[in-house]
């Protein structure tokens, strides 16, 4: 196993062992939350940090970790790669935390899980869905989320079965998460015989859209797909409607958070727009006991929130099972093992997916509120 066989390395040495040790010996268990707490993108971040946070407390009310309480350490690294390895190695060298829920976005969670796996440090994160997450054989590296080809396969099936239209334009944020999805998505055409009237990426932090609007109504589409996160896809839904285009817009896993009604300019724009994330958790009995400890804390289930729980239950579920063991221990208890959590009972294959995981489609009403699309 690769990132076992680094650490198990990187520790034969006496005085390895020793900081190995020290890291794990502390008056607390420590798990970083790593995320963009600043910024455009921070309401994710805080999302994942308030389930987590939520968890943990539940778990340090009923007496911690074999006696010792949690303590979560936040990093923000703004869904910026340079910065994730900047918390990372922070977690690592002096935080000297056990795990890690994060990060948030793929193109953080790719080069910070290298320094995680590296160190021998469990790694769950609520959200990365990029295949490249857990195809590099790093042992350590598991999510709770779903992977972007499962989403493509069913966003292709959904445009051109469902909504029956074949001329797509696919545009992406440029980014690891937007374009890996929109690239996946490609893919999935291709094998269905239909290629994309326009394929174009626009950059992170821009709100003028109108001349990409203005390529998108020269292509003839009548399905628009976009991959990226709120701050983009809201302004470019708004000119799409302001310019009176007449198409479908759709969209991933990003758009599940009720920002996208204000950043889009209201629900009236939302009308024939659509996106895929994971089935409804509170729908799950499996989630009942989860669902009812959020709300007498007070807190509103949003769509990462509940990720950011459910990160939290697996590695605690983890370091519990294992005996609060080494690294190789929990990995081995995470793949032998499922784990009740606040987006249902999970459970991990070789690689550190999800199981079955399941995306299905919403769109909005007329108040904003997601609705399941037929």
Same mark, same amino acid.
């Given at each position: 196993?690769?990132?076992?066989?680094?650490?198990?390395?990187?520790?034969?040495?006496?005085?390895?062992?020793?900081?190995?040790?020290?890291?794990?010996?502390?008056?607390?268990?420590?798990?970083?939350?790593?995320?963009?707490?600043?910024?455009?993108?921070?309401?994710?971040?805080?999302?994942?940090?308030?389930?987590?946070?939520?968890?943990?407390?539940?778990?340090?009310?009923?007496?911690?970790?074999?006696?010792?309480?949690?303590?979560?350490?936040?990093?923000?690294?703004?869904?910026?790669?340079?910065?994730?390895?900047?918390?990372?190695?922070?977690?690592?060298?002096?935080?000297?935390?056990?795990?890690?829920?994060?990060?948030?976005?793929?193109?953080?969670?790719?080069?910070?899980?290298?320094?995680?796996?590296?160190?021998?440090?469990?790694?769950?994160?609520?959200?990365?869905?990029?295949?490249?997450?857990?195809?590099?054989?790093?042992?350590?590296?598991?999510?709770?989320?779903?992977?972007?080809?499962?989403?493509?396969?069913?966003?292709?099936?959904?445009?051109?079965?469902?909504?029956?239209?074949?001329?797509?334009?696919?545009?992406?944020?440029?980014?690891?998460?937007?374009?890996?999805?929109?690239?996946?998505?490609?893919?999935?055409?291709?094998?269905?015989?239909?290629?994309?009237?326009?394929?174009?990426?626009?950059?992170?932090?821009?709100?003028?859209?109108?001349?990409?609007?203005?390529?998108?109504?020269?292509?003839?589409?009548?399905?628009?797909?976009?991959?990226?996160?709120?701050?983009?896809?809201?302004?470019?839904?708004?000119?799409?409607?302001?310019?009176?285009?007449?198409?479908?817009?759709?969209?991933?896993? #990003?758009? *599940? +958070?009720?920002?996208?009604?204000? $950043?889009?300019?209201? %629900?009236?724009?939302?009308?024939?727009?659509? /996106?895929? @994330?994971?089935?409804?958790?509170?729908?799950?009995?499996?989630? #009942?006991? *989860? +669902?009812?400890?959020?709300?007498? $804390?007070?807190?509103? %289930?949003?769509?990462?929130?509940?990720?950011? /729980?459910? @990160?939290?239950?697996?590695?605690?579920?983890?370091?519990?099972?294992?005996?609060?063991?080494?690294?190789?221990?929990?990995?081995?208890?995470?793949?032998?093992?499922?784990?009740?959590?606040?987006?249902?009972?999970?459970?991990?294959?070789?690689?550190?997916?999800?199981?079955?995981?399941?995306?299905?489609?919403?769109?909005?009403?007329?108040?904003?509120?997601?609705?399941?699309?037929?």
């Amino acid at each position: 196993m690769k990132s076992i066989g680094k650490f198990l390395a990187a520790t034969s040495l006496a005085g390895s062992l020793l900081v190995a040790s020290s890291a794990f010996s502390a008056d607390t268990i420590k798990i970083g939350v790593a995320g963009p707490m600043t910024g455009a993108n921070a309401t994710f971040g805080e999302q994942v940090w308030t389930g987590a946070s939520a968890y943990v407390n539940e778990v340090n009310a009923a007496g911690g970790i074999d006696g010792k309480q949690v303590e979560l350490v936040k990093g923000d690294d703004a869904c910026e790669p340079k910065q994730a390895v900047a918390v990372a190695n922070r977690f690592v060298d002096q935080d000297k935390v056990k795990a890690v829920v994060g990060h948030f976005c793929s193109s953080s969670t790719i080069p910070a899980s290298e320094i995680y796996a590296d160190a021998g440090i469990l790694t769950v994160t609520p959200s990365s869905t990029n295949p490249i997450v857990t195809d590099r054989d790093l042992d350590t590296m598991f999510r709770t989320c779903g992977r972007d080809d499962q989403q493509a396969v069913v966003a292709g099936g959904f445009i051109l079965d469902t909504l029956k239209l074949d001329k797509v334009a696919l545009i992406h944020d440029k980014d690891t998460y937007g374009q890996g999805l929109v690239d996946a998505l490609k893919k999935t055409l291709a094998e269905r015989g239909i290629e994309p009237v326009l394929y174009e990426g626009l950059t992170r932090g821009e709100r003028d859209f109108n001349a990409l609007v203005t390529k998108i109504k020269s292509s003839g589409a009548t399905a628009v797909y976009f991959g990226g996160l709120i701050p983009e896809a809201g302004p470019l839904i708004r000119q799409i409607h302001e310019q009176g285009l007449a198409v479908k817009f759709v969209s991933g896993d #990003a758009l *599940a +958070q009720t920002e996208i009604v204000s $950043a889009a300019g209201g %629900p009236q724009f939302l009308k024939d727009v659509y /996106y895929s @994330s994971a089935a409804d958790p509170k729908q799950d009995p499996d989630t #009942a006991e *989860a +669902q009812e400890a959020l709300k007498k $804390a007070n807190i509103a %289930p949003d769509n990462y929130t509940l990720f950011g /729980y459910a @990160s939290a239950q697996t590695i605690v579920a983890a370091l519990k099972g294992s005996n609060n063991g080494e690294p190789q221990a929990q990995v081995d208890w995470l793949r032998n093992n499922s784990v009740k959590t606040a987006v249902g009972n999970l459970t991990w294959n070789e690689k550190g997916d999800v199981r079955d995981f399941k995306f299905v489609f919403y769109s909005f009403d007329d108040k904003g509120a997601p609705v399941a699309a037929n």
